[in-house]
C-alpha cells in the first residue's frame, strides 16, 4: 500500500504543481481582457468566459508593441512618453528604477543571470549556487578594496526570492553549467542534479564583467 500511494504521489504532485502554476499565469495574463469593452468580452458575446483568451490578447499586445516600436517613429513615441514619465514625481524614480532592472535582465546585450557560480554562503565552510549579475557601482564600489563581483543568491525552493552579495572574485568559482540547469538544481533543492557535475578543487577567477 504504501509503496502505490508514494508512486501516485510521484505522478500526482508535480502534475498538480504544473497545474497550479500554469492557471496562476494564464489567470494572471487574462486580466488584460479588461482593456477589452465590456460588449466585446466572452462573458457578454457568449455567456462564459474562455481561459486563455486573455493570454493570447497579452501576447499580441507585447509583440505589436515591439513591433511598433522598433522603428524610427517607434522610438521617437517611446521617448516622448518616457519624457512625460520623468516629469511626474514619485512616477519618476519608480519607472527609472524598475526599466534599469527590465533592460539588463531582458536585454540581449546584458549580462545579468548569464553565468553560473559556486560562492562560499552563508560562511565559508558552505557553498551555494549563484549568478553573476555584475560589478559593484556607486559610492559602494569606493568602499571595496580588491576587485569584486556582485552575485544574486537565490532562495530555494522559490528562486524569486534572494540576496543581493558583493564578493571577492578570488571566492567566486564559475562553474561550467547553464543558468536553467543551475534553477532546476536550486528550486529541486538539489534533488535534480545537472546531467554534468565539474568537480572543484580551488577557486577559479571568474572573467571580468564587460563594460
Keep these: 500500500m504504501r509503496k502505490y500511494f ?33 460588449r466585446f468580452r466572452p462573458n457578454s458575446l457568449f455567456g462564459f468566459d474562455i481561459p486563455g483568451l486573455g493570454t493570447i490578447l497579452t501576447i499580441v499586445i507585447v509583440f505589436l508593441t515591439g513591433l511598433l516600436t522598433n522603428n524610427l517613429v517607434g522610438n521617437y513615441v517611446v521617448k516622448l512618453w518616457e519624457n512625460l514619465l520623468q516629469r511626474i514625481p514619485i512616477v519618476n ?18 549580462n545579468a543571470f548569464r553565468k553560473a557560480v559556486l560562492v562560499p554562503y552563508p560562511h565559508q565552510n558552505s557553498w551555494t549556487i549563484a549568478f553573476l549579475t555584475g560589478v559593484p557601482g556607486g559610492d559602494a564600489a569606493n568602499h571595496l578594496v580588491g576587485d569584486y563581483v556582485s ?25 561550467d553549467m547553464s543558468v536553467d540547469a543551475a534553477l532546476k538544481y536550486i528550486v529541486s533543492m538539489g534533488v535534480v542534479a545537472p546531467a554534468e557535475v565539474v568537480a572543484v578543487t580551488a577557486p577559479v577567477p571568474v572573467p571580468a564583467a564587460k563594460e
Aim: hydrophobic content about 50%; cysteine-free.
Design 6 to 38: 508514494i508512486t501516485g504521489l510521484l505522478i500526482l504532485v508535480p502534475l498538480a504543481i504544473t497545474v497550479w502554476v500554469l492557471n496562476l499565469v494564464i489567470g494572471t495574463l487574462d486580466q488584460s481582457l479588461l482593456l477589452v469593452p465590456a
Design 93 to 110: 524614480s519608480l519607472y527609472s528604477s524598475v526599466k534599469q532592472v527590465s533592460d539588463t535582465l531582458f536585454s540581449s546585450s546584458g
Design 151 to 175: 552575485v544574486y543568491v537565490p532562495t530555494t525552493p522559490n528562486p524569486t526570492s534572494g540576496f543581493f552579495l558583493m564578493m571577492k572574485r578570488s571566492d567566486v568559482v564559475e562553474l
